[in-house]
């Protein structure tokens, strides 16, 4: 097959699932704001977790039976490759239990900080993503591009810095805080979504194994470590109000739109990857707080407007290697800063994807 052929598919898909993430991580960005602040009634958010989980399964379910064209062809699948492999299958347990310490994290850290400080200390998550994937994936980054994630970095904090925001209202008394746990549980937490995303990225990159099969792996567990977390942290909540508290037809919109959110996020880091992520998760949140204003009267935080240049900036300075900055970056020399049969897996699932079904 022409190169021609081969690549062009490949950067339609990535650029399809990479504007479908930023549209869907905006609406859900939006719908949280609406169902959290604005609705009166507010739901049990571990039991949110929890279907938001079960939810993504049964539609990466629903894309195997689709993918195979027929239900018998998914169960032989997921037989061949996730029951027949237990010890693959308990791979998978390692970025869910990731995911839900992150969660756990981000709940000590909101309880020790105020909320901008949190949300500020939080954006540190891109440069700890470059650092994931330089270390894990042993992927190399210019200079340049180094700069662009510690800009983005700085851009967000500035966005999302907002002490009169609709978030402000401390859930606890400033006695009650220490600075310091609530600092090093925000660190932890900012590495474990980096770190999940890079561990999900090598599995679906360095295997055969279907991104379906993967996600089901995953989901699995999530689904097992957030039903934890139910009972754990609000079984008495449970009994004393129900289940289903709250949920509106908006909360299941809000649960719908989080679980096409999941399987395209898992879709960007295969065909394109956990940085690329993080700059078009940049470009929702200044969408969500642009349409926060004219929906919800938002006032936009004091650094809002520089922040979101610094953001946009950053996108291209990553994007575009640029001679006059004294980078050398090119395709072939960081191709040659990585280990041979590594990097080749990684670029070769990357790029030549046409051969793959989504
Ligand atoms: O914080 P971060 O942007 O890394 O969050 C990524 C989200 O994508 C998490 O909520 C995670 O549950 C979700 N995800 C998913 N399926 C994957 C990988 C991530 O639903 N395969």
């Given at each position: 097959m022409?190169?021609s052929?081969?690549?062009?598919?490949a950067?339609?898909?990535?650029l399809?699932?990479?504007?479908?993430?930023?549209a869907?991580?905006t609406?859900?960005?939006?719908?949280?704001?609406?169902t959290?602040v604005?609705?009166?009634d507010k739901y049990?958010t571990t039991?949110?977790?929890?279907?938001?989980e079960?939810?993504?399964?049964?539609?990466?379910l629903?894309v195997?039976?689709?993918?195979?064209?027929?239900i018998?062809g998914?169960?032989?699948?997921?037989?061949?490759?996730?029951?027949?492999?237990?010890y693959?299958?308990?791979k998978?347990?390692v970025?869910?239990f990731?995911?839900?310490?992150?969660?756990?994290?981000m709940y000590?850290?909101?309880?020790?900080l105020?909320?901008?400080?949190?949300?500020i200390?939080?954006?540190?998550?891109?440069?700890?993503?470059?650092l994931?994937?330089?270390?894990?994936l042993?992927?190399?980054l210019s200079?340049?591009?180094w700069?662009?994630?510690?800009?983005?970095?700085?851009?967000l904090?500035?966005?999302?810095?907002?002490?009169?925001?609709p978030?402000?209202s401390p859930q606890?008394t400033?006695?009650d805080?220490?600075?310091?746990?609530g600092?090093?549980?925000?660190m932890?937490?900012v590495?474990?979504?980096?770190?999940?995303g890079?561990?999900?990225?090598?599995?679906?990159?360095?295997?055969d194994t279907?991104i379906?099969?993967r996600n089901?792996q995953?989901?699995?567990?999530t689904?097992?470590?957030?039903?934890?977390?139910?009972?754990?942290?609000?079984l008495?909540t449970?009994?004393?109000?129900g289940?289903?508290?709250?949920?509106?037809?908006?909360v299941?919109v809000?649960?719908?739109?989080g679980?096409?959110?999941?399987?395209?996020?898992?879709?960007v880091?295969?065909?394109a990857d956990?940085i690329?992520?993080?700059f078009?998760?940049?470009?929702?949140?200044?969408?969500?707080t642009i349409?926060?204003?004219?929906i919800?009267?938002?006032e936009f935080?004091?650094?809002?407007i520089?922040?979101?240049m610094?953001?946009?900036?950053?996108?291209?300075?990553?994007?575009?290697p640029?001679?006059?900055l004294?980078?050398?970056?090119t395709?072939?020399?960081?191709?040659k800063k990585?280990s041979?049969a590594?990097?080749?897996k990684?670029?070769?699932?990357t790029l030549n994807?046409d051969n793959?079904?989504?």
């Amino acid at each position: 097959m022409a190169p021609s052929t081969n690549q062009t598919p490949a950067y339609v898909i990535k650029l399809v699932v990479l504007v479908l993430m930023s549209a869907t991580t905006t609406a859900y960005l939006i719908l949280l704001r609406w169902t959290r602040v604005v609705a009166t009634d507010k739901y049990i958010t571990t039991i949110a977790v929890a279907l938001q989980e079960v939810i993504k399964f049964f539609m990466a379910l629903v894309v195997l039976i689709w993918q195979n064209r027929s239900i018998v062809g998914a169960v032989r699948m997921i037989k061949s490759e996730a029951i027949d492999k237990p010890y693959d299958t308990l791979k998978m347990a390692v970025p869910s239990f990731v995911y839900a310490l992150q969660n756990n994290m981000m709940y000590i850290a909101l309880s020790n900080l105020d909320v901008p400080i949190q949300q500020i200390l939080y954006q540190l998550k891109i440069p700890a993503t470059a650092l994931c994937s330089v270390f894990i994936l042993r992927r190399s980054l210019s200079y340049q591009q180094w700069a662009a994630c510690f800009m983005v970095f700085a851009g967000l904090a500035m966005v999302e810095y907002n002490p009169e925001g609709p978030y402000k209202s401390p859930q606890t008394t400033a006695s009650d805080q220490n600075v310091f746990i609530g600092i090093s549980a925000v660190m932890v937490a900012v590495f474990c979504s980096p770190f999940a995303g890079v561990y999900f990225e090598k599995m679906v990159k360095e295997s055969d194994t279907s991104i379906w099969v993967r996600n089901l792996q995953m989901y699995a567990w999530t689904t097992t470590a957030a039903f934890l977390a139910v009972i754990t942290k609000d079984l008495a909540t449970v009994r004393e109000k129900g289940f289903f508290f709250a949920y509106t037809p908006l909360v299941w919109v809000l649960l719908c739109i989080g679980g096409v959110n999941g399987l395209l996020v898992s879709l960007v880091l295969k065909y394109a990857d956990n940085i690329v992520k993080c700059f078009a998760a940049s470009v929702s949140i200044i969408l969500s707080t642009i349409l926060s204003y004219f929906i919800f009267q938002y006032e936009f935080g004091p650094g809002f407007i520089i922040g979101g240049m610094i953001v946009c900036s950053a996108i291209c300075i990553y994007a575009i290697p640029l001679p006059c900055l004294g980078t050398k970056w090119t395709s072939s020399s960081t191709s040659k800063k990585i280990s041979g049969a590594s990097y080749d897996k990684l670029r070769s699932a990357t790029l030549n994807t046409d051969n793959d079904e989504i």
